[in-house]
Structure formats: C-alpha cells, structure tokens
C-alpha cells in the first residue's frame, strides 16, 4: 500500500512539475526510473536502463522520419489545397470539407502533430471569407485531424501501439488498430457535426476565393508515391490474408510491418531527395513527445516490481463491472483536459489488464476505449489538441469565442464517450 501511494504521487508531481516548470515529464519520469530502481528495489544502473522501451522509441521515430519528407517539400499543403479545391463551388459544405480535408491530410501522414499547422490557418481564412462561426473552423480541424491519425499506419496509433504492446499481445493489438479506426472516425464525426449543425455552417454568407493549386512538382508526386506504395504494402497482404488465407499473404503480413515498409521508405526518401533527411530529423521528428512517451514508459514499467497493479487489483475488485469503464473515461478524460493525452498514456497502460479482467476478461474493449479516451477532451484549448487547432486564428475576438466553446464542447465530447463506454458499443467485434 505505502508503495501505492508513493507512486501515484510521484505519477501525479511528476505531470504537475512538468506542466509547471515547462520540463519535458520524461527527464522526470527517467530520474525517478532510477530512484525507484535504487531505493525500492535495490537494482543497478544496467537494470533500470534495460527498463527504457527501445521498439516504442523506434516507432515513433521512424514513422514521423518517413511522413516527414512529405510534410517538408509540401506535398501536405497541396494534398489539402486541392481538395478545398474540389469543394469550392458547395459553399454550404465548406466545414464538412474542412474536416473531409484534415482528416485525408492526418490519414497521409499528417497526423495530429502536423495537421492541425497546415489546416488551421486555410480553416480560419475560409470562415472569415464565408462568414461561418470560427467554432466551426476549430473543431472541423481538431475533429477530422483526430480522426484521420487514428490510421492504422498512422504515428499516433503505432505509438499507442507500442505502449499496449507490453501488456497485449500482437494479435489483439492488430484487431485494435481496425476497431479505433471505426469507432474514433464514429465519434468523432459525431460531436463535428453537433457543432456544425448548431453553429449553422450550411449558412454562409461570403464569398471565398480558392484558387487553383499549382500542380505537384515531380518531387512532390514522388513523395506521394512512395507513401502510397508503403500503404499498400502494409495493409494489402493483412486485407488479402483475412478474405482468402494463404501462405504468401502470411508470409508477408508476418514480415513486411509497418516498421521495416517505414525503414526502407525512408532511404528511399533520402536517396531521391524529396527532402533535406537533416532538416527533417531537426524539424520534423517530435522529439519531445517521443522523449515524454519513452521517459514516463521507462517509470511506469517499474509498476509490477513494486507492486502497484496487484495492489490496485485487490482496490478496484470492489466496482461494478458496468460502472468500471465509464469510469475509466471519466477520469483519463478529466486529466486530458488539462494534459496532453501522450503524457498519460504510460501512466494508465500498466493498469489496463487489471481493467480487462473487471469486465470480463475482453481486452479490446478496454484498448479502444482507453485510448479514446485520452483524446475525447483533446478538443480543450488547455490541452494540446485544441490548442494546436486553434494556431491559425490571429483575431482575437474570435480566438475567445473559439476558446469558451472549446470547453463546452470538450465537456459534451467526454459525455459522449462515457455513454459510448456504458452503453458497451465498443465490445462491437470484439
């Protein structure tokens, strides 16, 4: 119990010292790694490193140097000019397209890193011309951003992914991947088009001028190449293997992972020069938030030695198994609202297989809603979802009406996933 309680407030100073002093949490989170590891359980330096999850910290940087190239020579930005292009002459649809478009350019690699940089500004300039609500703007970036990351190649599901991947297994992580996909596009579509409908986006009253993209230079049609060829490399033999099993497709889907496709496109990327490969490991490789995951991920698996998840274990058996993953949303949601979903995630992964076996024993239902939850509040302009959103909103008068809808609708959001998590959809499949 003494460890219990020493732990979570470690866990809990740790996120508030960071947020505070404006230090990466997962300096902390490593410090403590070793503390830990010294005072509690007696281990060495060599033991306490080995802890460090070195296949996470290769995902999340592989998958952001590949989809980095695009972002760079601006293949990105032209993807989501055209297809604003696309939609100009339905002027009552403009937010639909705002979010049609965000969630393409995050589903090619944007992700919610990049995504919200290159729509932001383009949604903001769209609603002042046509005369829409700014909220509108916002959430269509934050929402469809969201949504299209959820991809399973994407490099917000393959670090989630990583994380999982200590508890679960390959397979269960591999039925995750396809159930977020649905289920967050679901939901997520859902609160959009709640705002869209009651901030009435189908009555415009301007007139925006789109013009027609230049046409993709040969390095920018190169970029898109390659990532659709890895695309397909990944998800073919999976897709092929599930409607007609045979040897070659599980061969292939056993060997060519998302890693190695990402691995080989990435020289492949240096080599033609569709980007400067130093510039892109600079500007374009999220260390922070890779050394956050990886930092607090090294901490949090020091949590059976101490025996933190049996204590919680023996705690939680107590609550109803219907009340165990609402509640469950409600509390990641909370702490989301304030805090980046990432600098949870480690936190709350050693916990999760308790959680499966309080509600009876589906392990996919507890991932898909997890995670979910990290994001389902994401839309707060405290957290960093709704913050990055709103990076394209330069008036100030509509930069405080975006800011107090935000809230509110982070709040609904959340009440839309805990009602989601009650009314035990996400075991749909499982």
């Given at each position: ?5 020493i ?32 005072v ?80 932001s ?7 002042t011309?046509?005369?829409f ?15 299209g ?22 397979p ?11 289920w967050?596009t679901?939901?997520l579509?859902?609160?959009?088009l ?11 009253s301007?007139?925006a001028?789109?013009?027609?993209p230049?046409p ?14 890895a695309?397909?490399l ?15 497709t599980?061969?292939?889907s ?33 260390w ?15 949590c059976n ?7 919680l274990?023996q705690?939680l058996d ?25 600098a949870?995630?480690a ?9 499966v076996?309080?509600?009876?024993g589906q ?9 979910y939850a ?11 979802g709704g ?9 100030e ?16 959001s ?14 749909i499949?499982?």
């Amino acid at each position: 119990m003494l460890n219990l309680i020493i732990f979570l407030i470690v866990v809990v100073g740790t996120i508030v010292l960071g947020q505070r002093k404006k230090i990466n949490i997962g300096i902390i989170g490593m410090a403590f790694a070793f503390i830990f590891g010294f005072v509690l359980l007696q281990m060495n330096a060599s033991k306490i490193i080995a802890k460090f999850p070195v296949s996470l910290f290769f995902n999340m940087f592989i998958a952001a140097c590949f989809f980095g190239f695009a972002i760079e020579n601006g293949t990105m930005k032209g993807v989501a000019m055209r297809l604003m292009y696309a939609f100009r002459n339905a002027k009552w649809a403009t937010g639909i397209a705002l979010f049609i478009t965000s969630y393409i350019v995050a589903a090619i690699g944007g992700g919610v890193a990049a995504t919200p940089f290159i729509m932001s500004p383009i949604a903001f300039s769209l609603a002042t011309q046509m005369g829409f609500s700014p909220v509108i703007a916002v959430i269509a970036v934050w929402a469809g951003g969201g949504a299209g990351s959820y991809v399973p190649w994407g490099s917000t599901p393959i670090m989630f992914a990583g994380s999982l991947s200590q508890v679960f297994s390959e397979p269960e992580i591999q039925k995750w991947h396809w159930g977020l996909l649905i289920w967050g596009t679901i939901l997520l579509l859902i609160v959009f088009l709640l705002v869209f409908f009651y901030y009435k986006g189908y009555k415009v009253s301007g007139e925006a001028k789109i013009e027609k993209p230049e046409p993709f230079t040969k390095i920018q049609k190169l970029s898109l190449t390659i990532i659709a060829v890895a695309v397909l490399l990944v998800i073919l033999p999976a897709l092929i293997q599930l409607i007609a099993p045979n040897p070659v497709t599980k061969w292939l889907s056993n060997y060519i992972k998302i890693q190695t496709v990402f691995a080989i496109g990435t020289v492949i990327n240096a080599l033609c020069k569709t980007g400067d490969l130093i510039g892109i490991l600079k500007n374009r490789v999220p260390w922070g938030g890779i050394i956050l995951v990886c930092g607090m991920s090294m901490m949090m698996t020091l949590c059976n030695e101490l025996g933190i998840v049996t204590t919680l274990s023996q705690y939680l058996d107590g609550i109803p198994a219907w009340l165990v993953m609402p509640a469950l949303v409600l509390f990641v949601a909370f702490l989301s609202f304030f805090v980046s979903g990432t600098a949870l995630l480690a936190a709350f992964v050693p916990i999760l297989p308790v959680i499966v076996s309080l509600t009876g024993g589906q392990s996919l239902p507890v991932m898909l809603t997890f995670i979910y939850a990290l994001n389902a509040s994401s839309a707060s302009p405290f957290s960093q979802g709704g913050a990055t959103a709103l990076c394209g909103c330069y008036d100030e008068k509509d930069r405080e009406t975006c800011t107090n809808a935000q809230i509110k609708i982070a709040i609904i959001s959340t009440i839309i996933a805990v009602l989601w998590a009650a009314s035990g959809l996400a075991r749909i499949g499982a």
